[in-house]
């Protein structure tokens, strides 16, 4: 098993590789997408007739659109579901929205049916949950939770605490979960297995420390 890391060092490592290396967050977060679509395809647990992408407005919402428009672009059927405010979505994460508007890539809204979709994207949060989850995030984790479709979380299934494997008011049961980087410690507690599944680490160019850098 790969070393397993906090989410304050996940943060270090984001803030480190993006700011201290060199490599732009936008290229991070189109290597972090394509691994997630690849995992997509290769898991014979998820049914990939009709997605939703459960987008919160951060980072890992921007994640989310990256799979969104990397499933549209090879004929999968797609639609995207924007949870939170617009008008707080990070630089990358608009990036990410205005190309899936490119590709007209479809909306729904709160009172979609998530029965009528297959398998769902958890892409609400995933190393920024900071507090306990309410409002909409909750509703949505609820009903995503009470639907028959699959769930695939990005990163940390929305809802659980990172560290401890602890649910923060209620979080994603995933099917499955593709984790950036490294393995978040909270995921290999016994406790968070229903909510992780079975789970990707996937590798974008995040490294702890290695002998050749020059710290
Ligand atoms: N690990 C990496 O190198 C990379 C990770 N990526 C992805 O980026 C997210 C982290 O993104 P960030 O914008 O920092 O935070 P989140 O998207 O997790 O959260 C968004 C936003 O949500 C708010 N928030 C926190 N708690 C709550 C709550 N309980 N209810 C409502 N809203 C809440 C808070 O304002 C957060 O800022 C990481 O997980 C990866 O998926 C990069 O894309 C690629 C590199
Ligand atoms: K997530």
Known sequence: MTQAI????????????INKIGIPSLVLMERAGLKIYENMLENHDLYLSNILILAGTGNNGGDGLVVARLLATHGYKVSILIVGNPDHASEDHQAQARICNYYQIPKVFMDADFNKFTTLVDA????????NVGGDFATVID????STAKIHAIDIP??????TGEV???AIKATSTSTVAYPKVGMLKDQAKPYTGKFYVDDIGIYRGTTFENE
Not at 6 to 17: F, I, N
Not at 124 to 131: E, T
Not at 158 to 163: A, I
């Open 6 to 17: 906090t989410v304050e060092e996940s943060r270090e490592l984001d803030d480190k590789t």
């Open 124 to 131: 609400l949060f995933g190393s920024g949950l900071s507090r």
């Open 143 to 146: 009903k995503a939770n009470a």
């Open 158 to 163: 929305s809802g659980l605490n990172g560290d």
């Open 168 to 170: 923060m008011g209620t």
